[in-house]
RNA sequence: GGGUCCGUGGUGUAGUGGUUAACAUGCCUGCCUGUCACGCAGGAGAUCGGCGGUUCAAGUCCGCUCGGACCCGCCA
């Protein structure tokens, strides 16, 4: 037997029981006579005492032991005498004396320690992944990340939805991200993609009479890296027949108020807070705001328009924006140098190619731009933007995208740098009626914004040929805390209208029967009307925990090259491989 | 594809172009029967990510390269 009970599981109430414990050496103290070890497993800690007057032979074994060993040890939980007790720990009140100790292997000196507030570089944990793993602040996660799938399943299961599996091995499809491609044997020159999500399947799931489905599912997209995107991530993916789009949010909002209450304790209120996509770009710059903070955007165009200001009045002849930020009583927190650097700087990257502003003062406005504002200017500035003494104006003007990408990141940037934002909120937010479709400088013709099967607003496409980019889809994202946390949309359902949405894609008539012509199909076998959405698992898991990289909630991630430093892949492979599959990579390798 | 930052004993850091690369922690050895950040004494451990260049002299300056972090583009 290696254990009988577990280390964190002991208390007082344990005394003079004798137990056999099982884990890790967290910590040795070797006071020459007596042995002290700190003995970790999952559930806690414990002290463990080696005394050679109980044990000679155990006592002998264990001045060999050295950190990271692991052992199972066998010995009576006594209660620690008075001046022994250890307030700091949980259970510092009890210890138990080993009489027999078997060391289950050794361990070498783990490059960094075995505990929560650690120096070691990410490369170096990620390196030792299963040693980072072992600390108590990783477990949690997982042990957290384990708990919110067990609870969505829960709520999807008591409300009937059937878990069904989908291909991993599947079709390149060409809209949307980069496909992971599998080279197929069978097949010569031919690939499968992995699943970028479910969507087409749990779309046939609907016309298959499944009603409601849903899967915890994993999703591959080849883009690059950011600290909240993986190369692969998990999604509880959700679909339902007889979809009213009401209910359906409804519902989501019910099983995130449940994950909430069963996760943290807290109870998020109902309705969620929702935004149309214009609205959120417009008052926050950004599709996936942060409302735990105000400092909204102003739109101040006609005002700038007015003012002796060149580049003002040129955005607005141009179609563009003036928009500022007012950041309250922060003026004198600021230096010139510091705006016009360091705020600037975290503008440029958008495209804007500067940064101005203003310090409000009791009877005037300071700042290179004030010159520019004459008096009924500057009264019509403060009404517009609430400016008070103190107060600090930060102000873009360039085309709509740029001053609401520009704005916006900065609004974040003060967010965060000023201490803003109340970091124990949870601000679910719905973002409604995106437009269906972007127009793409690159590719020349708009694409899908969310996907293609997304259904329109019927009284919208009379304008999907006059005004494509104007047509609104009945799509719909969850957003958490500034974090994208999913999307979703009712369906097309009806073969002429998915016939028509492919054609404002650009898609020939046989180019969309080869790529989708079998959902097509489907849809005239009595597909019923449906529509759903999908949540970030990961996301999810990464803000109820707190972290800051998704790294953090993955078991084995992987870094910003899409590589995993602990296994080394991807890795080159054999020639025969190649050879089996119909490849040649030696272009490649000059 | 582009930008910014980082790379020095196991780990984390310091290090004006100039002797034997410093500090903390960890590790090893010895001593120690009530420690829990145990203590005390001693010791080992670095081709300063790699390659090339400038220089009498490079951890330090320059170029390239590899690896990592963050961001822009990209991510239906």
């Excluded at 072992?134 to 999807?156: A, G, Y």
């Excluded at 127009?439 to 496409?461: C, G, I, K, N, V």
Aim: net charge negative; proline share 4%; charged share 30%.
């Amino acid at each position: 037997m290696y254990r009988n009970t577990n280390c964190g599981e002991l208390s007082v109430a344990s005394a003079s029981q004798t137990v056999t414990l099982a884990g890790w050496v967290q910590k040795r103290r070797d006071l020459g006579g007596v042995i002290f070890i700190d003995l970790r497993d999952r559930s806690g800690i414990i002290q463990v005492v080696f005394n050679p007057s109980v044990s000679k032979e155990a006592w002998s074994k264990a001045d060999k032991v050295r950190s990271e060993y692991c052992l199972s040890v066998t010995g009576e939980v006594m209660k620690r005498a008075e001046e022994a007790i250890n307030p700091k720990v949980k259970n510092g009140d009890i210890e138990v004396m080993i009489s027999d100790i078997q060391v289950l292997n050794t361990s070498k000196t783990p490059p960094f320690p075995i505990e929560d507030t650690i120096d070691a570089s990410e490369d170096v944990r990620l390196k030792y992944r299963y040693l980072d793993l072992r600390r108590p602040e990783m477990l949690n996660i997982f042990k957290l990340r384990s708990k919110v799938t067990r609870t969505l399943r829960r709520f999807l299961d008591d409300r009937e939805f059937l878990d069904i599996e989908t291909p991993i091995l599947t079709k390149s499809t060409p809209e949307g991200a980069r496909d992971y491609l599998v080279p197929s044997r069978v097949h010569p020159g031919e690939f499968y993609a992995l699943p970028q999500s479910p969507q087409l399947f749990k779309q046939l799931l609907m016309a298959s009479g499944m009603e409601k489905y849903y899967q915890i599912a994993r999703c591959f997209r080849d883009e690059d890296l950011r600290a909240d995107r993986q190369p692969e991530f998990t999604q509880v993916d959700i679909e339902m027949s007889f979809f009213e789009v009401d209910k359906f949010q409804a519902m989501i909002e019910e099983m995130l108020v449940n994950l909430m209450k069963e996760i943290k304790g807290i109870d998020i209120p109902r309705p969620f807070q929702r935004l149309t996509y214009a609205q959120a770009m417009d008052l926050y710059g950004s599709d996936k705001p942060d409302t735990r903070f105000d400092l909204k955007l102003i739109d101040l165009t006609d005002i700038a328009a007015d003012s002796t200001l060149k580049v003002f009045k040129e955005v607005q002849e141009r179609g563009g924006q003036v928009k500022a930020l007012n950041v309250k009583g922060k003026a004198s927190h600021f230096s010139r140098k510091q705006v016009d650097e360091d705020l600037k700087a975290v503008v440029t990257p958008y495209g804007a190619k500067g940064l101005a502003w203003l310090k409000v003062e009791e009877n005037a406005m300071k700042g290179p731009i004030a010159k520019f504002f004459d008096e009924d200017l500057t009264a019509r500035l403060r009404e517009r933007l609430n400016a008070e003494a103190g107060d600090l104006l930060l102000f873009v003007a360039d085309k709509k995208k740029i001053v609401a990408d520009s704005l916006g990141a900065l609004r974040l940037h003060l967010g965060k740098t000023l201490g803003l934002i109340d970091e124990s909120a949870f601000n679910f937010l719905w973002i409604t009626e995106f437009p269906l479709l972007a127009y793409s400088e690159e590719e020349h013709r708009y694409l899908a914004e969310h996907h293609p099967f997304t259904m329109p607003f019927l009284e919208d496409m009379d304008k999907i040929e006059s005004d494509p980019g104007s047509v609104r889809a009945q799509s719909y994202d969850m957003v958490l805390n500034g974090f994208e946390l999913g999307s979703g949309s009712e369906r097309i359902c009806n073969h002429a209208m998915q016939e028509k949405m492919f054609k404002v894609l650009g898609f020939s008539e046989e180019r969309a029967e080869q790529q989708f012509g079998f959902l097509m199909q489907a849809f005239e076998y009595g597909t019923p009307p449906h529509g759903g959405m999908a949540l970030g698992i990961d996301r999810i898991v990464m803000l109820l925990a707190g972290c800051s990289s998704l790294r953090d909630t993955i078991a084995f991630p992987k870094t910003a090259s899409a590589s995993d430093v602990l296994t080394h892949a991807p890795s080159e492979v054999s020639d025969a491989q190649l050879n089996e599959l119909h490849l040649d990579v030696a272009t490649l390798l000059k």
